[in-house]
């Protein structure tokens, strides 16, 4: 497993170590910290299946450099931005100091099976705020689509995924009664928490090939709880 250190510099710098085939890793390079996530294509993905181990390799290793490419160039013009409407506003050198993006990013590859790759790129975003955003991304680069959790799950997905993840929070807040999931183990209050899964659901695929359903901070339950993951058997 590789990893790599924080980027920092008014120009990011992106370090080297794309995984190779099949193997997990993770590493370092300056990224977005917006809402927005980069809908990846593959350069690399022709051929479908008549694809080459060789080819598959490549294409993976493709993708993740684009991915990681995009989050970089999205920053530096984030940072750009940022820059000039603090000067249009009235700022000065003098209150500007110099300052640099300070940037970190970490991507992990979670399954990379033939031409299949999930991947989990996080971001955060020294000189706006401390917040970490998770970027999520399931392709086959084969056959240059994004996959989803029908395709892991079937038809019913949605069936499936629900009455696993509201199964599985009810089992972890039996067992701690610190732990609380909005909509399921408590139903007061504003916030609908966990309500079902669509096609717009966060998720990686595990190393035993499962779709592990991601939500964040708030999204289903208190803060304090952090990014919660519920791995859905198929």
């Given at each position: 497993e590789e990893t790599g250190g924080t980027t920092e510099g008014s120009d990011a710098?992106?370090?080297?170590?794309?995984?190779?085939?099949?193997?997990?890793a993770e590493n370092s390079?300056?990224?977005e910290n917006g809402g927005t996530e980069v809908s990846p294509e593959s350069g690399n993905?022709?051929?479908?299946?008549?694809?080459?181990d060789a080819d598959i390799e490549e294409a993976v290793n493709a993708q993740i450099q684009q991915i990681v490419d995009e989050h970089v160039a999205q920053a530096k013009e984030k940072f750009a931005e940022y820059k000039e409407a603090f000067f249009a506003t009235g700022g000065t050198e003098e209150e500007w100091g110099g300052r640099t993006m300070d940037i970190n990013v970490d991507y992990e590859v979670k399954y990379q099976e033939g031409s299949v790759l999930s991947l989990v790129l996080s971001t955060s975003e020294a000189w706006v705020s401390a917040q970490e955003l998770r970027y999520y991304y399931n392709i086959d680069v084969a056959q240059n689509r994004e996959l989803?959790?029908?395709?892991?799950?079937?038809?019913?997905?949605?069936?499936?995924?629900?009455?696993?993840?509201?199964?599985?929070?009810k089992?972890?807040?039996?067992?701690d009664e610190n732990l609380v999931y909005w909509g399921v183990t408590e139903n007061e209050g504003l916030i609908d928490g966990f309500v079902s899964v669509d096609d717009e659901t966060d998720f990686y695929i595990n190393a035993q090939g499962n779709p592990v359903v991601c939500f964040g901070e708030y999204e289903v339950a208190p803060g304090f709880m952090g990014i919660q993951?519920?791995?859905i058997a198929k």
């Open positions: 710098q992106q370090n080297s170590g794309i995984p190779e085939n099949g193997a997990a390079a300056a990224s993905a022709a051929g479908g299946e008549n694809m080459s989803s959790l029908k395709d892991l799950l079937g038809d019913d997905y949605v069936n499936i995924a629900n009455e696993s993840i509201r199964r599985q929070m089992e972890r807040a039996a067992a993951e519920f791995e």
